[in-house]
Protein backbone atom coordinates (compact mmCIF):
# COMPACT_ATOMS: atom_id res chain seq x y z
CA UNK A 1 0.00 0.00 0.00
CA UNK A 2 1.30 3.48 -0.94
CA UNK A 3 1.70 6.42 1.51
CA UNK A 4 1.25 10.00 1.14
CA UNK A 5 2.03 13.02 2.60
CA UNK A 6 -0.56 15.75 2.13
CA UNK A 7 -0.79 19.47 2.27
CA UNK A 8 3.03 20.05 3.09
CA UNK A 9 5.65 22.24 2.14
CA UNK A 10 8.27 20.43 -0.28
CA UNK A 11 12.05 21.25 -0.09
CA UNK A 12 13.33 18.65 -2.95
CA UNK A 13 16.87 19.25 -1.54
CA UNK A 14 17.28 22.18 -4.14
CA UNK A 15 14.30 24.62 -3.79
CA UNK A 16 10.84 24.33 -2.42
CA UNK A 17 8.15 22.68 -4.94
CA UNK A 18 4.56 23.87 -5.36
CA UNK A 19 3.35 20.49 -5.07
CA UNK A 20 1.80 19.75 -2.01
CA UNK A 21 2.08 16.04 -1.79
CA UNK A 22 4.80 13.12 -1.61
CA UNK A 23 3.94 9.14 -2.27
CA UNK A 24 5.98 6.60 -0.75
CA UNK A 25 5.72 3.17 -1.70
CA UNK A 26 8.29 0.08 -0.46
CA UNK A 27 11.33 1.78 -0.10
CA UNK A 28 11.18 4.38 -2.80
CA UNK A 29 9.20 7.94 -3.48
CA UNK A 30 7.44 6.77 -6.71
CA UNK A 31 5.34 10.41 -7.29
CA UNK A 32 5.23 14.23 -6.45
CA UNK A 33 2.20 16.23 -6.33
CA UNK A 34 -0.63 13.28 -7.47
CA UNK A 35 -4.02 13.28 -4.81
CA UNK A 36 -4.25 9.96 -2.47
CA UNK A 37 -6.54 7.36 -4.32
CA UNK A 38 -9.14 5.75 -2.13
CA UNK A 39 -7.62 3.21 0.65
CA UNK A 40 -4.21 4.76 0.67
CA UNK A 41 -2.88 5.76 3.82
CA UNK A 42 -2.42 9.68 4.50
CA UNK A 43 -0.13 11.09 6.42
CA UNK A 44 -1.34 15.05 6.88
CA UNK A 45 1.48 17.63 6.89
CA UNK A 46 -0.43 20.57 7.63
CA UNK A 47 2.13 22.62 9.18
CA UNK A 48 4.97 21.06 8.31
CA UNK A 49 7.56 20.51 5.57
CA UNK A 50 8.77 17.41 4.28
CA UNK A 51 12.91 16.88 3.50
CA UNK A 52 15.07 14.65 2.05
CA UNK A 53 16.72 12.87 5.15
CA UNK A 54 19.53 14.63 6.14
CA UNK A 55 23.01 13.19 5.51
CA UNK A 56 26.22 14.42 7.94
CA UNK A 57 28.84 14.58 5.94
CA UNK A 58 31.53 13.86 8.87
CA UNK A 59 31.35 11.83 12.00
CA UNK A 60 33.19 8.86 13.65
CA UNK A 61 30.09 6.49 14.61
CA UNK A 62 28.31 3.39 16.38
CA UNK A 63 25.48 1.55 16.27
CA UNK A 64 24.19 4.17 18.79
CA UNK A 65 25.66 6.93 16.87
CA UNK A 66 23.49 5.74 13.79
CA UNK A 67 20.57 5.30 16.29
CA UNK A 68 20.57 8.54 17.83
CA UNK A 69 21.38 10.26 14.47
CA UNK A 70 18.17 9.11 13.28
CA UNK A 71 16.03 10.27 16.21
CA UNK A 72 16.77 14.06 14.44
CA UNK A 73 16.26 13.34 10.90
CA UNK A 74 19.99 11.89 9.74
CA UNK A 75 19.45 9.00 7.88
CA UNK A 76 22.69 9.00 6.44
CA UNK A 77 26.04 9.64 8.08
CA UNK A 78 29.46 9.80 6.28
CA UNK A 79 31.90 8.29 8.69
CA UNK A 80 35.58 9.52 8.42
CA UNK A 81 37.54 7.13 10.51
CA UNK A 82 36.19 3.81 11.83
CA UNK A 83 35.33 0.48 11.06
CA UNK A 84 32.81 -1.60 9.87
CA UNK A 85 33.05 -5.01 8.52
CA UNK A 86 31.40 -5.56 5.39
CA UNK A 87 28.77 -8.15 7.59
CA UNK A 88 27.98 -4.67 9.69
CA UNK A 89 27.60 -2.78 6.50
CA UNK A 90 25.05 -5.33 5.89
CA UNK A 91 23.12 -5.52 8.76
CA UNK A 92 23.06 -1.54 9.20
CA UNK A 93 21.65 -1.25 5.50
CA UNK A 94 18.92 -3.62 6.54
CA UNK A 95 17.94 -1.43 9.97
CA UNK A 96 15.52 1.04 9.61
CA UNK A 97 16.15 2.19 13.13
CA UNK A 98 19.31 3.14 12.22
CA UNK A 99 20.85 6.04 9.89
CA UNK A 100 22.58 4.46 6.87
CA UNK A 101 26.55 4.77 7.30
CA UNK A 102 29.13 5.42 4.07
CA UNK A 103 32.96 4.75 5.51
CA UNK A 104 36.35 5.56 5.19
CA UNK A 105 37.34 2.85 7.00
CA UNK A 106 40.83 3.79 8.63
CA UNK A 107 42.77 7.05 7.43
CA UNK A 108 46.70 7.33 6.63
CA UNK A 109 47.74 7.78 9.66
CA UNK A 110 51.74 8.73 10.14
CA UNK A 111 53.49 6.40 13.02
CA UNK A 112 52.11 8.66 16.70
CA UNK A 113 50.22 11.11 14.74
CA UNK A 114 46.76 12.29 14.71
CA UNK A 115 44.58 10.50 16.06
CA UNK A 116 47.00 8.96 18.51
CA UNK A 117 47.15 11.76 20.78
CA UNK A 118 43.21 11.25 20.98
CA UNK A 119 43.34 7.36 21.67
CA UNK A 120 45.94 8.38 24.46
CA UNK A 121 43.34 11.00 26.01
CA UNK A 122 40.26 8.38 25.84
CA UNK A 123 42.01 6.05 27.78
CA UNK A 124 42.18 8.78 30.43
CA UNK A 125 38.60 10.25 30.34
CA UNK A 126 36.61 6.64 29.44
CA UNK A 127 37.81 3.10 30.67
CA UNK A 128 37.87 1.19 27.89
CA UNK A 129 37.90 4.14 25.12
CA UNK A 130 42.27 3.59 24.52
CA UNK A 131 44.62 0.79 24.33
CA UNK A 132 44.21 0.68 20.21
CA UNK A 133 46.91 1.10 17.87
CA UNK A 134 45.67 2.27 14.33
CA UNK A 135 48.07 1.38 11.76
CA UNK A 136 50.23 3.91 9.66
CA UNK A 137 52.26 4.48 6.84
CA UNK A 138 55.61 6.37 5.99
CA UNK A 139 56.37 5.57 2.59
CA UNK A 140 54.58 5.45 -0.67
CA UNK A 141 54.34 2.23 -1.08
CA UNK A 142 53.05 1.87 2.48
CA UNK A 143 50.35 4.51 1.41
CA UNK A 144 49.38 2.99 -2.05
CA UNK A 145 49.35 -0.55 -0.14
CA UNK A 146 47.09 0.81 2.65
CA UNK A 147 44.53 2.67 -0.03
CA UNK A 148 44.41 -0.99 -1.70
CA UNK A 149 44.08 -2.75 1.56
CA UNK A 150 41.11 0.05 2.52
CA UNK A 151 39.00 -0.25 -1.15
CA UNK A 152 39.35 -4.08 -0.84
CA UNK A 153 37.77 -3.93 2.53
CA UNK A 154 34.87 -1.83 1.36
CA UNK A 155 35.71 1.83 2.03
CA UNK A 156 33.68 4.08 0.18
CA UNK A 157 36.47 7.08 0.25
CA UNK A 158 39.72 7.54 1.36
CA UNK A 159 40.88 9.49 4.41
CA UNK A 160 43.90 11.07 5.03
CA UNK A 161 45.34 13.05 8.33
CA UNK A 162 47.52 15.88 7.99
CA UNK A 163 47.88 17.42 11.19
CA UNK A 164 50.25 19.13 13.03
CA UNK A 165 48.53 19.32 16.15
CA UNK A 166 48.77 22.77 17.33
CA UNK A 167 44.93 23.27 17.28
CA UNK A 168 44.78 20.16 19.01
CA UNK A 169 46.66 20.87 21.68
CA UNK A 170 49.39 18.39 20.47
CA UNK A 171 51.98 20.55 18.75
CA UNK A 172 54.58 18.91 17.00
CA UNK A 173 52.91 15.65 15.61
CA UNK A 174 54.67 13.43 13.74
CA UNK A 175 53.19 14.09 10.01
CA UNK A 176 53.18 11.67 6.61
CA UNK A 177 55.49 12.99 4.38
CA UNK A 178 54.24 14.59 0.73
CA UNK A 179 56.01 12.27 -1.07
CA UNK A 180 53.66 9.17 0.59
CA UNK A 181 50.27 11.14 0.94
CA UNK A 182 50.89 11.94 -3.44
CA UNK A 183 51.07 8.46 -3.88
CA UNK A 184 48.33 7.70 -1.65
CA UNK A 185 46.21 10.00 -3.30
CA UNK A 186 47.13 8.83 -6.77
CA UNK A 187 45.98 5.29 -6.10
CA UNK A 188 42.52 6.09 -4.63
CA UNK A 189 42.11 8.46 -7.68
CA UNK A 190 42.95 5.40 -10.05
CA UNK A 191 40.60 2.91 -7.92
CA UNK A 192 37.96 5.57 -8.46
CA UNK A 193 37.76 6.45 -4.76
CA UNK A 194 37.34 10.06 -3.58
CA UNK A 195 40.25 11.85 -1.00
CA UNK A 196 38.96 13.52 2.07
CA UNK A 197 41.83 15.26 3.87
CA UNK A 198 41.95 16.14 7.82
CA UNK A 199 43.51 19.45 7.73
CA UNK A 200 42.86 22.04 10.44
CA UNK A 201 45.48 24.56 9.83
CA UNK A 202 45.94 26.74 6.77
CA UNK A 203 50.06 25.05 5.72
CA UNK A 204 47.81 21.66 5.93
CA UNK A 205 45.38 23.31 3.72
CA UNK A 206 47.48 24.03 1.43
CA UNK A 207 49.60 20.52 1.43
CA UNK A 208 46.06 18.68 0.85
CA UNK A 209 46.09 21.04 -2.17
CA UNK A 210 48.97 20.14 -3.42
CA UNK A 211 48.54 16.32 -2.98
CA UNK A 212 45.00 16.42 -4.68
CA UNK A 213 42.63 15.78 -2.09
CA UNK A 214 38.98 16.25 -3.39
CA UNK A 215 37.57 17.75 -0.21
CA UNK A 216 38.50 19.16 3.40
CA UNK A 217 37.01 17.57 6.42
CA UNK A 218 37.73 20.77 8.13
CA UNK A 219 38.30 24.31 8.07
CA UNK A 220 41.78 25.75 8.91
CA UNK A 221 40.98 27.74 12.04
CA UNK A 222 44.77 29.21 12.95
CA UNK A 223 44.58 32.07 10.52
CA UNK A 224 42.17 34.46 8.49
CA UNK A 225 41.70 33.27 5.24
CA UNK A 226 43.25 35.10 2.54
CA UNK A 227 42.61 35.23 -1.30
CA UNK A 228 45.02 33.05 -2.45
CA UNK A 229 43.79 29.99 -0.08
CA UNK A 230 40.31 30.99 -1.26
CA UNK A 231 41.03 30.89 -5.09
CA UNK A 232 43.46 27.78 -4.67
CA UNK A 233 40.00 25.41 -3.01
CA UNK A 234 37.59 26.77 -5.25
CA UNK A 235 39.85 26.20 -8.79
CA UNK A 236 41.08 22.97 -7.82
CA UNK A 237 37.29 21.89 -7.31
CA UNK A 238 37.47 21.07 -3.46
CA UNK A 239 34.88 20.63 -1.31
CA UNK A 240 34.80 21.67 2.40
CA UNK A 241 33.17 20.68 5.24
CA UNK A 242 33.83 23.18 7.98
CA UNK A 243 32.56 21.43 11.39
CA UNK A 244 32.10 24.65 12.49
CA UNK A 245 30.69 22.86 15.97
CA UNK A 246 33.63 21.11 16.45
CA UNK A 247 35.82 24.19 15.90
CA UNK A 248 33.80 25.90 18.23
CA UNK A 249 34.36 23.07 20.47
CA UNK A 250 38.06 23.34 20.31
CA UNK A 251 37.81 27.08 20.99
CA UNK A 252 36.03 26.16 24.34
CA UNK A 253 32.75 26.56 23.04
CA UNK A 254 29.70 23.63 23.98
CA UNK A 255 26.01 22.64 23.19
CA UNK A 256 24.52 23.92 26.32
CA UNK A 257 22.12 26.06 24.28
CA UNK A 258 21.50 23.33 22.01
CA UNK A 259 20.93 20.50 25.07
CA UNK A 260 18.54 23.32 27.01
CA UNK A 261 16.38 22.77 24.08
CA UNK A 262 12.92 20.97 24.57
CA UNK A 263 12.94 19.48 21.23
CA UNK A 264 17.08 17.70 22.26
CA UNK A 265 17.40 17.56 26.08
CA UNK A 266 14.61 14.98 26.57
CA UNK A 267 15.45 12.79 23.68
CA UNK A 268 19.57 12.33 24.45
CA UNK A 269 20.50 9.68 26.77
CA UNK A 270 22.56 11.27 30.03
CA UNK A 271 26.38 10.40 28.70
CA UNK A 272 25.23 12.17 25.53
CA UNK A 273 23.43 14.73 27.12
CA UNK A 274 26.96 15.81 29.11
CA UNK A 275 28.67 15.26 26.24
CA UNK A 276 26.50 17.97 24.65
CA UNK A 277 27.43 20.29 27.60
CA UNK A 278 31.10 19.04 27.49
CA UNK A 279 33.90 21.11 25.43
CA UNK A 280 37.41 20.10 23.49
CA UNK A 281 38.60 23.49 24.50
CA UNK A 282 42.02 22.53 22.51
CA UNK A 283 42.35 26.33 21.39
CA UNK A 284 41.12 28.97 22.82
CA UNK A 285 43.39 31.38 21.12
CA UNK A 286 41.01 30.62 17.96
CA UNK A 287 38.68 32.86 16.83
CA UNK A 288 35.04 31.73 15.72
CA UNK A 289 33.82 34.46 13.50
CA UNK A 290 37.20 34.11 11.39
CA UNK A 291 35.92 30.79 10.83
CA UNK A 292 32.62 31.72 9.94
CA UNK A 293 34.51 34.87 7.61
CA UNK A 294 36.61 32.15 5.98
CA UNK A 295 33.42 29.96 5.08
CA UNK A 296 31.47 33.06 3.95
CA UNK A 297 34.99 33.73 1.56
CA UNK A 298 34.54 30.47 0.45
CA UNK A 299 30.61 30.11 -0.50
CA UNK A 300 30.89 33.53 -2.37
CA UNK A 301 33.71 31.62 -4.55
CA UNK A 302 31.39 29.23 -5.20
CA UNK A 303 33.07 26.56 -3.08
CA UNK A 304 30.46 23.71 -2.75
CA UNK A 305 29.99 23.84 1.31
CA UNK A 306 29.06 20.20 2.73
CA UNK A 307 27.40 20.35 6.73
CA UNK A 308 29.21 18.09 9.00
CA UNK A 309 29.42 17.41 12.83
CA UNK A 310 32.53 15.43 13.86
CA UNK A 311 30.66 13.55 16.13
CA UNK A 312 31.96 10.73 18.24
CA UNK A 313 31.51 9.10 21.12
CA UNK A 314 30.14 10.16 24.60
CA UNK A 315 33.25 12.14 26.70
CA UNK A 316 32.48 15.38 27.74
CA UNK A 317 36.46 16.16 27.61
CA UNK A 318 35.80 15.79 23.80
CA UNK A 319 32.46 17.26 23.94
CA UNK A 320 29.98 19.99 22.54
CA UNK A 321 28.87 17.82 19.59
CA UNK A 322 26.57 14.77 19.55
CA UNK A 323 24.94 12.86 16.37
CA UNK A 324 21.89 13.84 14.80
CA UNK A 325 21.12 17.15 16.67
CA UNK A 326 24.01 19.22 16.62
CA UNK A 327 23.99 18.81 12.49
CA UNK A 328 21.06 20.98 12.83
CA UNK A 329 23.12 23.21 15.42
CA UNK A 330 26.04 22.77 12.66
CA UNK A 331 23.28 24.37 10.02
CA UNK A 332 22.59 27.15 12.32
CA UNK A 333 26.30 28.20 11.98
CA UNK A 334 26.35 27.86 8.24
CA UNK A 335 23.25 30.54 8.22
CA UNK A 336 25.57 32.53 10.65
CA UNK A 337 28.27 32.72 8.09
CA UNK A 338 26.21 33.80 5.53
CA UNK A 339 24.97 30.92 4.14
CA UNK A 340 20.85 31.30 3.25
CA UNK A 341 18.62 28.51 5.00
CA UNK A 342 17.66 26.57 1.89
CA UNK A 343 21.53 26.94 0.97
CA UNK A 344 22.43 25.32 4.74
CA UNK A 345 19.48 22.99 3.98
CA UNK A 346 21.09 22.17 0.56
CA UNK A 347 24.52 21.45 2.72
CA UNK A 348 23.01 18.75 4.37
CA UNK A 349 21.00 17.14 1.42
CA UNK A 350 21.67 17.24 -2.18
CA UNK A 351 25.76 19.09 -1.90
CA UNK A 352 26.95 15.88 0.03
CA UNK A 353 24.90 13.68 -2.24
CA UNK A 354 26.29 14.95 -5.17
CA UNK A 355 30.05 15.01 -3.62
CA UNK A 356 29.45 11.79 -2.68
CA UNK A 357 27.89 10.17 -5.72
CA UNK A 358 24.93 8.92 -3.44
CA UNK A 359 22.57 8.96 -6.15
CA UNK A 360 19.62 7.88 -4.44
CA UNK A 361 19.17 10.35 -2.22
CA UNK A 362 19.80 13.51 -0.57
CA UNK A 363 16.63 14.81 -2.60
CA UNK A 364 12.91 14.43 -2.88
CA UNK A 365 12.59 12.88 -6.66
CA UNK A 366 10.34 9.69 -8.21
CA UNK A 367 12.75 7.56 -7.70
CA UNK A 368 15.28 8.53 -5.15
CA UNK A 369 15.27 6.23 -2.35
CA UNK A 370 12.36 6.92 0.67
CA UNK A 371 14.53 8.67 3.48
CA UNK A 372 12.27 11.64 4.45
CA UNK A 373 12.05 14.19 7.43
CA UNK A 374 8.65 15.79 8.21
CA UNK A 375 9.07 18.92 10.64
CA UNK A 376 6.76 21.40 11.78
CA UNK A 377 7.33 25.09 10.87
CA UNK A 378 9.94 26.65 7.76
CA UNK A 379 13.50 25.71 8.09
CA UNK A 380 13.83 26.89 4.51
CA UNK A 381 12.91 30.01 6.22
CA UNK A 382 13.96 29.52 9.66
CA UNK A 383 16.69 26.99 9.59
CA UNK A 384 16.31 26.04 13.70
CA UNK A 385 12.76 24.84 13.01
CA UNK A 386 14.35 21.66 11.22
CA UNK A 387 14.68 20.27 15.01
CA UNK A 388 10.63 20.06 15.13
CA UNK A 389 11.13 16.97 14.11
CA UNK A 390 7.94 15.29 13.46
CA UNK A 391 8.18 12.07 11.28
CA UNK A 392 10.85 10.45 10.38
CA UNK A 393 11.12 7.85 7.30
CA UNK A 394 14.25 5.51 6.39
CA UNK A 395 13.98 3.71 3.17
CA UNK A 396 10.85 4.26 3.64
CA UNK A 397 9.49 2.68 7.32
CA UNK A 398 8.44 5.56 9.20
CA UNK A 399 9.33 6.81 13.37
CA UNK A 400 7.44 9.25 15.10
CA UNK A 401 8.27 11.21 18.10
Avoid at 100 to 107: E, Q, Y
Avoid at 357 to 376: E, F, N
Amino acid sequence: MSTFITNVRIFDGEHVRSERSVAIEGTEIVSIGQEPPAGAEVVDGRGGTLLPGLIDGHVHTSLDGLRLARVFGVTTELEMQGYWTPQQRKEIDEDDDLADVRSALLALMAKDGHPHELIAELAEHRPGGGGWTPPSVSTPAEAVAHVRAMTGQGADYIKVMIEEGTVMGHPGLPMISTAALKAGVAEAHLLGKKVIAHAMTLAATEQAIEVGVDGLAHLFIDRPHTEEIVSAIADAGIFVTPCLVVSSSLMGGTGQALADDPRVGPKLPPEWLATLRGTFNKYPDGTLDQVLASVAALHGAGVDIIAGTDASIPVPAHGGVVHGASLHHEMRLLVKAGLTPVEALRAATSVPARRFGLDDRGRIAAGARADLVLVDGDPTTRVEDGLSVRAVWRRGAVSTD
